[in-house]
């Protein structure tokens, strides 16, 4: 029998924005402290997040979640899906004590174990064996249980021999192994993970997916977010759609990834207008969709592998006869970035566009520009599709009109495992070294 | 169920949870201590060694000066390193505590546990030092002659608790704000600087008598160290008791911080993710 473990009622979350008293100074506070009981006005009260209509407010606060009402029973394994920043880590944030509602309550029966990012809370100079009983401990597991479950968590996390080495001397890979082993380990009645399967490597993820449904059966709580669609649509049984801070959606994970990646705004890879009254047109054109997939896969998608080409497909239809269209496209990057900006003219193109320069007869056409694979970075892009008589000339502007994520395979990975956070590229060049 | 969500209370609920919490504690403790002494080659000796080189040092500064910084009827060496010892205890309290939350954020914003427990951890090695280094008071009292006071020397026990608690009191207080204001890190050297010849750690109170007016020197044991470092000199060696007006304003401020402390840490730590 299934009993509720989870319960979320009205849960709502306010961040400030920007880096206003982040790292706020002391003097700062105490000034606007005075100022404020000088003017005898109260310390503003957070209006009710379900009354404001939109995630932002003016005073430099943001609603990261919204009136969030969920039950998860037993032996529940939830996927949270949504695009970056729908408010999925801040939820699973809230679950885990780690961050306190704004407004509402959280209830949770029985041990949470979380595992929001691998090795947390190891220490680099305690050892493997000493970390084990740190992390577990950490996670709420009693010494006398740790102990007890000392050998098996080392067999699952296969590293034996470096049991008496100090954790700054592994590999990220081995890390990551005795993290999960000892979260999955201290048989917690909910276990949320975030993201931290996109480690390690393909045998070690097998076995952690093998692990948590293993878990599911024996009637503990999942719950998981993760940018990896298939892993959510094999282990989970039950899914979640977060967009701008609200669940819009819960049920099969099927039709809660269907939804997801049909969604123009959630980035599923594709930007339709049906009617013509709002398809952005020009006297010559009028855009009909913008598709981006990975080559060789004919489905639309907002997550592209880094080690695979990318497509993006504009469709128009030309509305004045023998006009003369020329597409480009911009690519920024999430900070506004400005990547490349490319055109169909034969010079820009590494084999000549056909239909360059030449008069296009009314009727539909689709311009695809292939975008070199192991080029862009791990972050997601922006699109903006420029439609002109000439190169340089535009008639037609839609910016940012699709965005995708290329995901990072661990290609570029073999030797270094370190962020490549910051680059807005990442091209894989041709490198030799001879001596002179 | 368990419920939890915005809280407006004065945070009592942290001390049981610490309580249930108590073998993490343990590991955060065994942790510190662990790393501490990690290649290092004097090893735990340095828990002897700094107590001892204090008093040394200021030993031979004063005998240089040629002034008796000590009581007049008990030798200068048991005086100081009583101070001293005292005067670690709250001092490496007070900066490790003060860290402990900022330094540990990466932990702090990923997995959730009773967040007093860091800064309490750094108290339990502070405490843990302490008690190794108060068996130094043995061989000292010994080697100078200085007559134990055995009918007291039990209420030892009692004032360091006393003064353990007006630590926990400061360092829930210095964890959180630094977590919210790094000022606090910044300022607490010269902090510490001036409360080190503020309370009587290198000198014993009978010197501030004839500079301070009897009229005023409950003022100066208002401070908690003060009185508890004196209460201690009293009880072990019979130096003279602190005034009781002076005693009753110093537990009074212990109390005050110790319950404001928690209560301030409660209302930090519901945005202590957000903010560190």
Redesign the interface.
């Known amino acids: 029998m299934s009993i509720?473990?989870i319960?979320l009622d009205k849960?709502c979350k306010r961040?400030?924005l920007g880096t206003a008293?982040?790292?706020?100074?002391?003097?700062e506070?105490i000034a606007s402290n005075v100022v404020k009981w000088l003017r005898q006005s109260p310390a503003p009260k957070p209006s009710s997040c379900s009354d404001s209509p939109t995630q932002q407010l003016e005073d430099g606060w943001f609603w990261a979640l919204r009136d969030i009402d969920l039950s998860i029973q037993s032996g529940d394994i939830v996927g949270i899906v949504g695009r970056n920043g729908a408010g999925k880590s801040t939820l699973l944030?809230i679950l885990?004590?780690?961050?306190?509602?704004?407004?509402?309550?959280?209830?949770?029966?029985g041990r949470?174990g979380?595992l929001?990012?691998v090795g947390?809370?190891f220490?680099p100079?305690?050892t493997g064996r000493?970390n084990v009983?740190?992390n577990g401990?950490?996670?709420?597991m009693?010494?006398a249980e740790i102990r007890r479950r000392f050998d098996e968590i080392v067999a699952f996390a296969e590293i034996d021999s470096f049991l008496d080495t100090p954790v700054k001397r592994y590999s990220s890979g081995m890390a990551v192994r005795l993290a999960f082993a000892v979260a999955a380990h201290l048989e917690p009645d909910v276990l949320i993970i975030d993201e931290v399967l996109s480690v390690g490597d393909q045998a070690f993820q097998r076995k952690c997916l093998g692990k948590a449904s293993q878990l599911g059966d024996q009637g503990r709580t999942i719950l998981i977010v993760s940018h990896n669609l298939s892993a959510v649509a094999n282990l989970c049984r039950r899914a979640v759609l977060m967009q701008n801070g609200k669940i819009v959606a819960d049920g099969a994970p099927e039709s809660i990834i269907e939804q997801y990646l049909s969604d123009s705004q959630s980035g599923g890879g594709q930007r339709r207008w049906e009617d013509d009254e709002s398809a952005p047109s020009s006297s010559e054109v009028r855009l009909q969709a913008v598709v981006v997939r990975g080559n060789g896969i004919d489905a639309p998608t907002g997550e592209v592998d880094i080690d695979r080409e990318i497509v993006v497909a504009v469709d128009y239809k030309v509305l004045s006869n023998n006009a003369k269209v020329s597409v480009q496209i911009q690519v920024k990057d999430e900070t506004g970035a400005y990547v490349f900006w490319s055109a169909n003219a034969p010079s820009m193109s590494v084999s000549p566009d056909p239909w360059f320069g030449k008069p296009h007869p009314r009727g539909l056409y689709r311009s695809e520009c292939r975008i070199p694979a192991n080029f862009l970075n791990d972050t997601r892009y922006f699109i903006s599709v420029l439609i002109g008589p000439e190169v340089g000339v535009t008639s037609l502007r839609q910016e940012s009109v699709l965005s995708f994520l290329v995901h990072d395979t661990g290609v570029m990975r073999q030797e270094y495992t370190g962020s490549w956070h910051g680059p807005v590229i990442r091209p894989r060049l041709d490198w030799k070294t001879q001596s002179l | 169920?368990?419920?939890?969500?915005?809280t407006d209370s004065f945070g009592f609920g942290q001390l049981s949870e610490v309580w249930r919490?108590r073998?993490?504690l343990?590991?955060?403790f065994?942790?510190d201590l662990?790393?501490r002494y990690?290649q290092v080659v004097v090893g735990v000796l340095w828990v002897l060694l700094q107590p001892i080189m204090g008093m040394l040092i200021f030993m031979g500064l004063f005998s240089v000066l040629g002034t008796n910084a000590g009581s007049s009827n008990v030798a200068y060496a048991p005086i100081v390193l009583t101070g001293m010892l005292c005067w670690q205890l709250v001092s490496s309290s007070f900066r490790d505590a003060t860290g402990s939350l900022v330094n540990y954020r990466?932990?702090?914003?990923?997995?959730?546990?009773p967040r007093l427990l860091l800064p309490l951890a750094s108290l339990l090695c502070a405490t843990f030092d302490f008690l190794i280094g108060s068996l130094l008071l043995i061989p000292v009292c010994w080697m100078t002659g200085t007559a134990v006071v055995w009918s007291t020397v039990w209420l030892a026990i009692p004032i360091a608790a006393w003064l353990i608690l007006f630590c926990a009191g400061c360092i829930a207080w210095l964890s959180s704000?630094n977590a919210?204001?790094?000022?606090?890190g910044y300022a607490l050297p010269f902090v510490m600087q001036l409360g080190m010849f503020l309370s009587p750690i290198v000198y014993d109170v009978e010197r501030l008598r004839h500079v301070l007016n009897e009229k005023w020197l409950w003022l100066y044991e208002a401070n908690p160290i003060a009185t508890c470092v004196g209460l201690l000199r009293w009880a072990i060696m019979g130096t003279p008791l602190p005034s009781s007006i002076g005693m009753a304003l110093a537990a009074a401020i212990t109390a005050l911080v110790f319950l404001s402390g928690l209560s301030w840490f409660q209302h930090a730590?519901?945005?202590l993710?957000?903010?560190i």
């Open positions: 509720e473990t319960h849960v961040f400030r008293n982040e790292y706020g100074r002391l003097t506070a944030k885990s004590r780690i961050v306190t509602p704004t407004q509402g309550r959280v209830g949770v029966r949470v979380s929001l990012e947390t809370g220490h100079e305690l000493e009983f740190l401990a950490l996670l709420g009693p010494r | 169920m368990q419920y939890y969500g915005p919490m073998e993490l343990y590991s955060f065994l942790r662990l790393i990690r990466h932990v702090v914003t990923k997995i959730y546990f704000l919210h204001y790094r000022d606090v730590d519901q945005q993710a957000d903010r």
